[in-house]
Every structure is written in C-alpha cells, then in structure tokens.
C-alpha cells in the first residue's frame, strides 16, 4: 500500500512537488516519511476506534486525478446550486481537487485581500506559502494530513489583511464529479485573517454524481489578533464517497473564531477541529450538525486547547441519525495549567430516527488549571413523545409533528450561524436533506 | 358539544377515571374542581388524546362525533383545545412558526385556505392584544426559556388563534400571579360565544371570580361527586374538599 503513496511522492516531486522554497519541498517530504511509517490508523488507535478505515486504505486510488482535465466538466448551471443563489461571493472552484479558473468568481476585493488557488499564491509570494503551508495544522496531526501536506498541490491559499473588513463570505467550493470515482482527491487550503479584521469564509464539498472518491482535505486557519472570523464548513459529497478532513485553528489575543460544521455526505466521513487558544480573552464557537442515513459512518472528532488565560470556548455539535446510519463525537478540551479563568462548555446531542442507527459519542475534559468553569455533556435519544402530542394537540397531523420536530433539533445550531445569507442557506440544505416542506 | 358516559381510564396499571359521566351544552362553562390525584387533570388530557392514558371503558361524544376514536390532532382539527398544565418547550422552533403551521392544519383538516406568513400576522396581532403581548415574542422558541406564567399566557394565545369550540383549560390558573390571572381570564372571556364551551379544571375558586362558571363539578377519585352552580365553588373555598371527599387535603396531595 505504502508504495502505491511513495511512488506518487516521487513522481508529484518530480512533476511540480519540488517547486517553491526549499524549506516547503523538505516539510513536504518529512510529511511523507512521517506518513510512511507511522501507515494509516486502524481501530486499534484509540482516536480510530469506532471508525474503520480499511475501506478507504485498501483501495489503490488514482492518486493523479488533479491531472484531470478539470475544464469542461462541469457546466456553470450545474454549479448553481451550490452557490446558494450568491454569485457575487468570492468563489474558488475545484472541480476534481483541481482549480478551475473559468468556473471560479474572483470580484475585486479590498485592498490586502486575496483569494488565489495554490499554484498562484506559491509563485506571486513563495515565502508567505512557506511560512503558511503545514505549520498551523501539526504536521503529525493524523497520518491522512501528513499523506495531504505530502501530496497536496491544489487548494485556496485566502489572506486577509490587518483591519480589512468583508462585507461578504469567500467560498471554497470544491466538486467531484463522476469522473473522480477511484481517485484520491488532497487539498490544502489556508485562510490567513489580519490583525483586527472580520473575514466569513465557506468551504463546501460537493459532489455532481454518485461516484465513490476519496477526499483528503486540510484547512490550516489563522485568526490574528482582535480578528473576527467566521468559517463554515458544509461536507455534502456523495454518499459513496469518503472524505477525511481536518481543520485547524489559531488563534491570537482577543479574538473570536467561530465555526459552524455541516457533514452530511460520505459513506465514511471523518473531520478533525483543532483550536488552539494561543493568547488570552480569545473566544472560540464550535457548532456542529451531522445528518446520517441508510449505511453512513459520520465521525466528527473535536480539540480545543486552552493555553491562555481568559479564555472562552462554547460547541455544540449535533447530530441526527437514520437508517442504519453510525455516528461518532470525540470532543476534547484541555486546559494547561496556565488557562486560569478558562470558560468552556461543551455538548453533544443525538436524535436516533430508527432503531438501527447508532452513536458513540465520547465529550472529554482535561484540566490542569484550578480556577476553571468547564462543563460537558452528551445525550442520546429519541424525538420526545410530550412534544409529539403538544404539536398534534394544536391539530398539526403526526407526520408533519415529526418534520418539525427534527427540524427544531437541527435548526437550534444552524441559527448560530451569524452571517444571515450563509444562515440562510444552511437552513434550506439542511430542510431538503431531511425532507421537509418550508 | 360534549357528552361523557361512564367513561374509565388508567395510566400503566393504575386506574385514574373510575367512571365520568358529565354533559357540556354549547354555551356553558363547566369548573372541574377537585383535590390533587383526583383525576382531573387525567379528565382534561385523556380528552385532547394524550398517549399515557388508556381508555378502558365509556364513551365521549364530541358535536356527534366520537371523539375517543380520533388522534389528537383530529380531535384539534373538529375543534377541540387543551391549554396544558406543563407547556412544552420546543427549542429550534418559533412561536411564529408554530401558531401558524397549527392554524393551517386546522385551515386544511377543514377544507379551508392556509394563510401565508404575511397574512397570518395581520390576523395574529389582534390576538396578541388579547394576552397584552407584543410581536416580539413570536421570534422566541415556543416556550423557551418562558417563565410559568408567560406559558400559560402563551397557551392561551394559541387558543385565542386556534378559536376551539371547546376549550378545556387544565390548571391554567395554577402558580400565576394576579396580573397573569386577570390575562388568562381575559382570554377565556373573549371567547366566550353561545356555540363554543370551556371547561376549566382547577384546584382552587380563585380563578372562578374571574370566569364565572355555569357549573362546577367535584372529583374525587376519578369520578364527579358533586355537582353544582357557582356557589359551589364558594362553598368549596370555605370548607375544604373533606366533606365531599372523606379525605384531608394532606392524605392525597
């Protein structure tokens, strides 16, 4: 297996890989013999335990698909619905894990704002992708992320500079079509915010077709000091494919992260949050809404590393389950010994629909500070028979009691989403997944 | 409007209603009154079809209709209402969106045109005038973080939306103040029409000053052992349940 990741090493140094500084091409290749020996994890790592990759780490993926010619593809009709009717927003497309110039919309932006696929970024300032790519998100996070920082030559590279100000989101919109069947997509993207500034950026996954690809993506995020970011993240691939994703936040003083995580696609679908509060007074909002159905393994794993004192963190991740569907939450939170004052709340709940879907969910919290309020917790259950009868009470038929219902389950994190046309937009992907009439 | 006969129902093994009978003619306001545990409350719910009770004997007739034979949602639908002693919170949904969704199933059930947002809020600002509310609080959760009495204020908003021809009010009145009371009683009095009825259960008179009852009926363990006016009531507040019950309030509370 190993070999099949090697020889693509050495052929994507050859074909490119080696470009950009120096210290880029030997990070790329530490990844790599990171990667190589530690292979991929199995249920007997602990961080691995109830989601079984074997699936994804016993195919021979075609690990050149960027090489597909992504022109032509994809119509800009086909695109339209996952633009949620914005075609003013910034927008990268990736069609196939590659860029693709003709689809994307790249509007004039304020002055220090810029949104380039990697290639471009790597040559306009080689040094900031250097001193970017692979640093925030630990390059041992997982050994799908070191596979990426090895492989990954596509992705957005977004800055945003000290005081800028977006009036709307970026989207990172990246599509696989029919054609991505058996090949392993990597992207990296980096989103880099100023000092003061208030950025919104969307990544979405998306799929045209039904085909089972391979998804491994990074998102390396940088929050500078006093900035305001929020980032949403919607995962609605295929529900043949798999996707392993792994984000990863830093964040400077006083400032405020907040993130919303929509996962619904992917016959195995893995994302790793890692904050880490790297300053005091920083305010940090993991939301989270997971949707499964017939045969989907959805797996959110979750870090929030206090560091600092002062600091706030709140999650709330949510998940609604059906068919035979499987869920997974690890959520963990660690206060060093210096995160006095640390404020942290952390919840997880489930709503099974049928009696064969299935949720393991695991909320953690390690604390080495003693002058803390920290608080976790998880449930598990069924839609509430009280409520049922309180809405049929008001002559609202069962069936219909049951859309709204599940719908108010979801709808509680989806209105945390502050950006109101991203809000918007969740709310009706999120109401047409689970089938209910507006 | 209503006709109850003989009517037995129990909750797990235990049997609550030993045997209702008790006939509401439109027009009428009918006080359940009665000890805790004396069935009242069972009364009021087993009637709008709640899932924990089991009907083992009896009939009830709603305006010919056989109303033990219907989901809940039927009985709403033929216009039946129950103002709930506990209000449910539902978090996720708002206020607005739950009045008018239940306005519309009822609307549809009847053969009638749901009304869009716009229009349903015309209609819900007199109603809102009727528990002296603003519409601020129709972007709120249904009951969320409500206090008890703005719950029950809540319940009787969705009642004067819903226009039942018999509402049953179940321990509205319990735990609010006097200004809550004096809300709850407006609402109920607006309503009032010779081809609707209401019944309200209650554990004290002090509702009654408000919503003058045609008759007040005494349950006592699961079945009605006194009837009467609104003196009833009166006499009731003086002396205690006992002589009716055989019981001190202590011994079943």
Same mark, same amino acid.
């Given at each position: 297996?190993?070999?099949?990741?090697?020889?693509?090493?050495?052929?994507?140094?050859?074909?490119?890989?080696?470009?950009?500084?120096?210290?880029?091409?030997?990070?790329?290749?530490?990844?790599?013999?990171?990667?190589?020996?530690?292979?991929?994890?199995?249920?007997?790592?602990?961080?691995?335990?109830?989601?079984?990759?074997?699936?994804?780490?016993?195919?021979?993926?075609?690990?050149?698909?960027?090489?597909?010619?992504?022109?032509?593809?994809?119509?800009?009709?086909?695109?339209?619905?996952?633009?949620?009717?914005?075609?003013?927003?910034?927008?990268?497309?990736?069609?196939?894990?590659?860029?693709?110039?003709?689809?994307?919309?790249?509007?004039?932006?304020?002055?220090?704002?810029?949104?380039?696929?990697?290639?471009?970024?790597?040559?306009?300032?080689?040094?900031?992708?250097?001193?970017?790519?692979?640093?925030?998100?630990?390059?041992?996070?997982?050994?799908?992320?070191?596979?990426?920082?090895?492989?990954?030559?596509?992705?957005?590279?977004?800055?945003?500079?000290?005081?800028?100000?977006?009036?709307?989101?970026?989207?990172?919109?990246?599509?696989?079509?029919?054609?991505?069947?058996?090949?392993?997509?990597?992207?990296?993207?980096?989103?880099?915010?100023?000092?003061?500034?208030?950025?919104?950026?969307?990544?979405?996954?998306?799929?045209?077709?039904?085909?089972?690809?391979?998804?491994?993506?990074?998102?390396?995020?940088?929050?500078?000091?006093?900035?305001?970011?929020?980032?949403?993240?919607?995962?609605?691939?295929?529900?043949?494919?798999?996707?392993?994703?792994?984000?990863?936040?830093?964040?400077?003083?006083?400032?405020?992260?907040?993130?919303?995580?929509?996962?619904?696609?992917?016959?195995?679908?893995?994302?790793?949050?890692?904050?880490?509060?790297?300053?005091?007074?920083?305010?940090?909002?993991?939301?989270?809404?997971?949707?499964?159905?017939?045969?989907?393994?959805?797996?959110?794993?979750?870090?929030?590393?206090?560091?600092?004192?002062?600091?706030?963190?709140?999650?709330?991740?949510?998940?609604?389950?059906?068919?035979?569907?499987?869920?997974?939450?690890?959520?963990?939170?660690?206060?060093?010994?210096?995160?006095?004052?640390?404020?942290?709340?952390?919840?997880?709940?489930?709503?099974?629909?049928?009696?064969?879907?299935?949720?393991?969910?695991?909320?953690?919290?390690?604390?080495?500070?003693?002058?803390?309020?920290?608080?976790?917790?998880?449930?598990?259950?069924?839609?509430?028979?009280?409520?049922?009868?309180?809405?049929?009470?008001?002559?609202?038929?069962?069936?219909?009691?049951?859309?709204?219902?599940?719908?108010?389950?979801?709808?509680?994190?989806?209105?945390?989403?502050?950006?109101?046309?991203?809000?918007?937009?969740?709310?009706?992907?999120?109401?047409?997944?689970?089938?209910?009439?507006? | 409007?209503?006709?109850?006969?003989?009517?037995?129902?129990?909750?797990?093994?235990?049997?609550?209603?030993?045997?209702?009978?008790?006939?509401?003619?439109?027009?009428?306001?009918?006080?359940?009154?009665?000890?805790?545990?004396?069935?009242?409350?069972?009364?009021?719910?087993?009637? #709008?079809?709640?899932?924990?009770? #089991?009907?083992?004997?009896?009939?009830?007739?709603?305006?010919?209709?056989?109303?033990?034979?219907?989901?809940?949602?039927?009985?709403?639908?033929?216009?039946?209402?129950?103002?709930?002693?506990?209000?449910?919170?539902?978090?996720?949904?708002?206020?607005?969106?739950?009045?008018?969704?239940?306005?519309?199933?009822?609307?549809?059930?009847?053969?009638?045109?749901?009304?869009?947002?716009?229009?349903?809020?015309?209609?819900?600002?007199?109603?809102?005038?009727?528990?002296?509310?603003?519409?601020?609080?129709?972007?709120?959760?249904?009951?969320?973080?409500?206090?008890?009495?703005?719950?029950?204020?809540?319940?009787?908003?969705?009642?004067?939306?819903?226009?039942?021809?018999?509402?049953?009010?179940?321990?509205?009145?319990?735990?609010?103040?006097?200004?809550?009371?004096?809300?709850?009683?407006?609402?109920?009095?607006?309503?009032?029409?010779?081809?609707?009825?209401?019944?309200?259960?209650?554990?004290?008179?002090?509702?009654?000053?408000?919503?003058?009852?045609?008759?007040?009926?005494?349950?006592?363990?699961?079945?009605?052992?006194?009837?009467?006016?609104?003196?009833?009531?009166?006499?009731?507040?003086?002396?205690?349940?006992?002589?009716?019950?055989?019981?001190?309030?202590?011994?079943?509370?």
């Amino acid at each position: 297996m190993t070999t099949l990741y090697a020889e693509a090493f050495e052929r994507s140094t050859r074909n490119g890989g080696g470009k950009g500084p120096a210290a880029l091409v030997a990070r790329r290749r530490a990844a790599f013999d990171r990667f190589a020996s530690a292979g991929f994890p199995t249920t007997r790592d602990e961080d691995w335990r109830f989601t079984p990759v074997a699936p994804i780490t016993r195919v021979d993926w075609r690990l050149d698909a960027g090489r597909l010619d992504a022109g032509g593809l994809v119509s800009a009709a086909q695109l339209e619905p996952f633009r949620f009717g914005q075609p003013g927003w910034a927008t990268l497309v990736f069609v196939n894990g590659r860029f693709s110039p003709e689809l994307s919309h790249r509007p004039e932006l304020p002055a220090g704002v810029s949104v380039e696929p990697f290639a471009e970024a790597l040559a306009r300032d080689p040094e900031f992708v250097e001193r970017s790519f692979a640093l925030v998100a630990e390059p041992d996070a997982t050994a799908f992320s070191a596979l990426n920082a090895a492989l990954a030559h596509e992705g957005a590279v977004i800055r945003v500079a000290a005081g800028a100000d977006l009036a709307e989101p970026i989207h990172v919109l990246h599509i696989a079509t029919a054609e991505a069947a058996g090949a392993a997509l990597q992207t990296r993207t980096i989103l880099s915010v100023g000092q003061g500034a208030r950025a919104q950026f969307v990544e979405s996954f998306a799929a045209l077709g039904d085909g089972a690809s391979f998804t491994n993506a990074v998102t390396e995020v940088t929050v500078g000091e006093g900035a305001w970011v929020e980032h949403s993240r919607i995962q609605r691939e295929s529900e043949s494919a798999y996707h392993v994703g792994l984000t990863q936040v830093e964040q400077g003083r006083d400032s405020h992260y907040r993130s919303f995580t929509l996962a619904m696609g992917g016959a195995i679908a893995r994302h790793d949050l890692r904050a880490r509060l790297g300053a005091e007074n920083v305010e940090c909002l993991l939301y989270g809404l997971y949707l499964g159905r017939g045969d989907q393994l959805v797996d959110n794993h979750t870090v929030i590393r206090h560091e600092f004192p002062n600091c706030r963190s709140w999650e709330v991740y949510k998940g609604i389950l059906d068919g035979r569907s499987h869920a997974v939450f690890n959520g963990k939170v660690f206060v060093t010994p210096e995160a006095q004052k640390t404020d942290a709340k952390q919840t997880n709940r489930n709503l099974l629909l049928s009696d064969t879907s299935r949720v393991d969910t695991k909320p953690q919290l390690e604390i080495f500070a003693d002058d803390v309020k920290c608080t976790h917790g998880a449930t598990v259950g069924r839609l509430d028979e009280i409520a049922f009868f309180y809405l049929q009470s008001r002559g609202i038929p069962r069936d219909e009691a049951k859309q709204i219902l599940i719908y108010a389950f979801a709808a509680e994190v989806v209105t945390e989403v502050a950006s109101v046309p991203v809000r918007e937009a969740l709310d009706r992907l999120v109401q047409e997944r689970l089938g209910i009439r507006a | 409007m209503l006709e109850i006969k003989g009517l037995r129902a129990s909750a797990g093994e235990k049997e609550i209603l030993t045997g209702i009978d008790l006939t509401v003619k439109a027009g009428e306001v009918h006080a359940i009154m009665g000890p805790n545990g004396s069935g009242k409350s069972t009364l009021a719910q087993v009637l #709008a079809g709640h899932p924990a009770y #089991a009907v083992t004997a009896g009939t009830v007739t709603f305006q010919g209709q056989d109303l033990l034979d219907m989901e809940p949602e039927e009985r709403a639908q033929a216009g039946v209402f129950l103002a709930f002693q506990y209000p449910v919170e539902i978090a996720g949904v708002t206020n607005a969106y739950f009045l008018r969704a239940a306005y519309n199933a009822i609307r549809k059930a009847r053969g009638e045109e749901e009304l869009d947002p716009i229009d349903f809020l015309d209609r819900l600002e007199e109603k809102l005038a009727v528990v002296e509310w603003g519409p601020e609080i129709m972007q709120r959760a249904v009951n969320g973080g409500f206090s008890g009495g703005e719950k029950k204020r809540n319940e009787i908003l969705q009642m004067a939306v819903l226009e039942p021809a018999l509402a049953i009010l179940d321990e509205t009145d319990s735990g609010l103040d006097i200004d809550a009371l004096r809300i709850v009683a407006k609402g109920v009095n607006a309503l009032r029409r010779p081809d609707r009825a209401t019944i309200l259960v209650t554990h004290y008179q002090r509702l009654l000053n408000y919503i003058v009852p045609d008759f007040v009926h005494v349950l006592s363990e699961g079945r009605i052992v006194r009837s009467g006016g609104k003196d009833l009531a009166l006499e009731l507040e003086a002396r205690g349940y006992e002589w009716l019950t055989g019981q001190t309030e202590g011994a079943v509370a």
